[in-house]
Nanobody, 123 residues
Framework: QAEFVESGGGLVQPGGSLTLSCAVSGTLFAGDLFDLYIMAWYRQAPGQNERELVAAIPAGAGAPYQHYADFVKGRFTISRNDASNTVYLQMNSLHPEDTAVYYC????????WGRGTRVTVST
């Protein structure tokens, strides 16, 4: 029903950049259905039990309608391509505390999750 393919994680030095991608497919997102979902990125840092919201973007929204956690404002940018059912997270000026597994999330009547992609910020 729902398949998420996340990519773009890896090891980067402090101050570096990465772009995460999440391609979504399945019957729940076929055709224009993807457009109906709020798409978001969450992360779970090592040793933490809960995932925290990083950024979210509703369907068809321009920049004023994106939401960012305070700890990434001015550094991360979320975007989506509804034609290709893909959501992106451009991450700049990465800090060691950004190290986490990043999860793609789709929220409609239910919530759906990707398996995560690991980001490590270290020298």
């Amino acid at each position: 029903q729902a398949e998420f393919v996340e990519s773009g994680g890896g090891l980067v030095q402090p101050g570096g950049s990465l772009t995460l991608s999440c391609a979504v497919s399945g019957t729940l997102f076929a055709g224009d259905l993807f457009d109906l979902y709020i798409m978001a990125w969450y992360r779970q840092a090592p040793g933490q039990n809960e995932r925290e919201l990083v950024a979210a973007i509703p369907a068809g929204a321009g920049a004023p309608y994106q939401h960012y956690a305070d700890f990434v404002k001015g550094r991360f940018t979320i975007s989506r391509n509804d034609a290709s059912n893909t959501v992106y997270l451009q991450m700049n000026s990465l800090h060691p505390e950004d190290t986490a597994v990043y999860y793609c999330n789709a929220q409609g009547l239910d919530m759906y999750w990707g398996r995560g992609t690991r980001v490590t910020v270290s020298t």
